[in-house]
């Protein structure tokens, strides 16, 4: 019967740095950017109507 292999633990410090600064992605709030999206064009769409 064979032997179980071992898992070796990584070694922190060749872990590269820029990773150290990750994290769980920040969640987006769709809702308001396509509030201040819509907003915008309709700011453009009234400018160019009242030229």
């Known amino acids: 019967m064979k032997r179980a292999r071992r898992i070796k633990p990584k070694n ?3 872990l590269a740095p820029i990773m ?4 769980a992605h920040a969640r987006r709030d769709k809702r308001a950017a396509r509030a ?3 907003a915008a064009l309709q700011k453009l769409n009234a400018r160019e109507e009242s030229e």
């Open 12 to 14: 922190p410090l060749a």
């Open 20 to 23: 150290k600064k990750g994290g």
């Open 36 to 38: 201040r999206q819509k």
